[in-house]
């Protein structure tokens, strides 16, 4: 079976740093991307960023390029978004997913991670 | 980038009746289009991809049609079950763009 699943809630104060996990399991994670998603409160889904783990090969959005980091662990299947300045804007759901075959949908998500920027 | 636009943003249907979603890109995305299935607390599900491949786990009631510019999602006969947000994403082209989203719920 298929899972991704996530690190857990987190607090944090405007100006910290933060690095959240997704750690997948059932299938080859080198093979799939593995995607980053942003849902603010009572909002749509944004999509943040992707990686293949095979050979790292990273793609943003421009709303988000250059304001988060994705990278990828592939001996431990798990993959990361982080961030280095947090804002209170950044409060939100992150969720991270993996990609079908070759081309970038999402078919298999991860739980959610919260988080909550304030001071 | 890929501007994808839903309509309506929210759409009331009583049990049992047809629900139409509309998505519209800004320029052709061939059939590489995905809708998603979004319900309170939880993560999003994949409902549709290439336009009209039903992902596993959904019903028939669930069907996708459109190429180019222009998808539809239709429900059949709504179950409780269904209602719930709606997404298409495309995947033609870097970024990756989701739509606003349709919001089915009960009349």
């Known amino acids: 079976e298929v899972q991704l699943v996530q690190s857990g809630a987190e607090v944090k104060k405007p100006g910290e740093s933060l690095k959240i996990s997704c750690k997948g399991s059932?299938?080859?994670?080198?093979?799939?991307?593995i995607g980053w998603v942003r849902q603010m409160p009572g909002k749509g889904l944004e999509w943040m960023g992707i990686?293949?783990?095979?050979?790292?090969?990273?793609r943003y959005s421009p709303s988000f390029q250059g304001q988060v980091t994705v990278s990828v662990d592939k001996s431990i299947s798990t993959a990361y978004l982080q961030w280095g300045n947090l804002k209170a804007s950044d409060t939100a759901m992150y969720y991270c997913?993996?990609?079908?075959?070759?081309?970038?949908?999402?078919?298999?998500w991860g739980q959610g991670t919260l988080v909550t920027v304030s001071s | 980038e890929i501007v994808m636009t839903q309509s309506p943003a929210t759409l009331s249907v009583s049990p049992g009746e047809r629900a139409t979603l509309s998505c519209r890109a800004s320029q052709s995305v061939s059939s590489h289009l995905a809708w998603y299935q979004q319900k309170p607390g939880q993560a999003p599900r994949l409902i549709i991809y290439g336009a009209s491949t039903r992902a596993t786990g959904f019903p028939a009631r669930f069907s996708g049609s459109g190429s180019g510019t222009e998808f539809t999602l239709t429900i059949s006969s709504l179950q409780s079950e269904d209602f719930a947000l709606y997404y298409c994403?495309?995947?033609?082209?870097?970024?990756?763009?989701f739509g606003g989203g349709t919001k089915v719920e009960i009349k």
């Open positions: 059932g299938y080859s994670f080198t093979r799939y991307w």
């Open positions: 994403q495309q995947y033609n082209n870097w970024p990756l763009t």
């Open positions: 990686i293949y783990p095979d050979d790292s090969d990273t």
């Open positions: 997913a993996k990609s079908a075959a070759a081309r970038p949908y999402f078919d298999s």
